[in-house]
Nanobody, 121 residues
Framework: VQLMESGGGLVQPGGSLRLSCVVS????????MGWIRQAPGKGREFVAA????????YQADSVKGRFTISRDTAKKTVYLQMNSLKPEDTAVYYC???????????????WGQGTQVTVSS
């Protein structure tokens, strides 16, 4: 599976961005996609995940109510809608693929190259 993110950029606090991740290659029965971020000088942090079949989702507490993960199976694309952005959301955002809905970064075995999101006035 190959993954390609897009949609990052510079946005003011309180603003919105939508990230996209196009999936190339074959998906499988319990395929799931996640968004993970890495802020400057920090480790990678789970953000949200969604199952390919059924669209079940899970978000980290830090983004719950502000970020929404969704997928379009026909377009083989996963989205992360980010609203009410805060400076602490500044990070490189990666999409990644796993076998099943999981928050454990070790379970994600295919990763995109990342897209930078900067929240600043």
């Amino acid at each position: 599976v190959q993954l390609m993110e897009s949609g990052g950029g510079l946005v003011q606090p309180g603003g919105s961005l939508r990230l996209s991740c196009v999936v190339s290659g074959r998906t499988f029965g319990n395929f799931a996609m996640g968004w993970i971020r890495q802020a400057p000088g920090k480790g990678r942090e789970f953000v949200a995940a969604i199952t390919w079949s059924g669209g079940y989702t899970y978000q980290a507490d830090s983004v719950k109510g502000r970020f929404t993960i969704s997928r379009d199976t026909a377009k083989k694309t996963v989205y992360l809608q980010m609203n009410s952005l805060k400076p602490e959301d500044t990070a490189v955002y990666y999409c990644a693929a796993a076998r099943g809905l999981t928050t454990s970064l070790d379970d994600y075995d295919s990763w995109g190259q990342g897209t930078q999101v900067t929240v600043s006035s």
